[in-house]
């Protein structure tokens, strides 16, 4: 199974639904826009929806699944931080071979904190000096993994394509922000083709009830965060049975 790997920031404002972009300038970040995973031939692959601090929650969903660090490997939509009670200990994943997440708009927004006096006065009840952490975090997408979408019109080429050029600065960072707060396709009233060029597409960002399948695209935050909501790790024979 080969992986792609998405990395960067987003762009300005804009105060409509169904996107909800920062008012200010986004933190710089470091690293790739896309890179590869090899295929995963010793165990199994795990998806796991918005962690949002829940990390009691995802360590009994990995004991319950058996969850093997020396052979499974697990891929984060990404939100790893804010509203749940161990933001610490879920971003201490981030120091484990077996763990990939993708930056997630609240994540983007800790770091932003690090370096924006409005961003930080936003932040100012969290420990900020702690997501400085993100700044090296490798983002993966896996069999497309992305955190908000793929913008409507783009085939997964033409997305990683496009974000490797707005990484570099030579177009605006209009991908990097549907990649990031985007929710256009999930909205939309219309039947959308599937992304050409990828499989599968894993996706977080915007709360469902239970895995949502539009397509070949997967919404798999549950809501761990939340009353009454569950956290949802799965291979991605378990989502395709859904």
Known sequence: MSSDVFFEQLGRFQSSRPNDYPSWPMADTRGPAVLRAPANTKG?????GDLHGMYLMLEERLDMLGFDPQMDRLFSV????????????????????????????????????????FARNIWM???????????????????GIVHAEVPIGLGWQGFTERLEAERVGRLPKVAIRSATWGRERFWEKTDLPEIDGVDYLISGHTTVNDVRRSGNTFYIDTGACKPFGVMTVATLDKLKSK
């Open 125 to 143: 009840g969290y420990n900020g000096g702690e997501w400085a952490r993100f700044a090296d975090v490798r983002l993966l997408r896996v069999v």
């Open 78 to 117: 990404g939100d790893l931080i804010d509203r749940g009670p161990d933001n610490i200990k879920v971003l201490d994943y981030l120091d484990k071979p077996w763990f990939f997440a993708v930056l997630g708009n609240h994540d983007h927004m800790m770091l932003d904190a690090e370096t924006d006096d």
């Open 44 to 48: 199994r692959d795990f998806f796991v």
